[in-house]
């Protein structure tokens, strides 16, 4: 499945199947939290969170896509990655996919 952040395929005729979504919530352990805590006061990247990141990204873009094949998409153009902190004391990390099912020709 083809996935891109253009709204067109250059060269290719398309035809559009629709709106597909995909979305993943995903909480960080009280551990992971504590050392990137520590890790944030002294500076440098949070490993921990950014293995998260990218575990929901994975599954958000997997979802969008098992949605768009549903509809009988051999491609998803005009993706749009949504990342937000959701829950108390934004605990948990949500990613969403966006994007539109299309057929290439």
Request: with cysteine; charged share 20%.
């Amino acid at each position: 499945m083809l996935v891109t952040t253009t709204n067109t395929i250059q060269g290719k005729d398309l035809d559009y199947k629709g709106l597909v979504t995909g979305e993943a919530i995903l909480g960080a352990n009280l551990f992971k939290d504590i050392f990137a805590g520590i890790r944030d006061i002294v500076g440098g990247r949070s490993g921990a969170y950014e293995e998260e990141l990218e575990k929901a990204r994975t599954i958000a873009v997997d979802e969008m896509c098992q949605r768009a094949q549903a509809m009988g998409a051999n491609a998803v153009i005009g993706v749009d990655l949504d990342y937000e902190t959701v829950g108390q004391n934004g605990s948990m990390l949500m990613v969403s996919a966006t994007g539109t099912a299309v057929i290439i020709r």
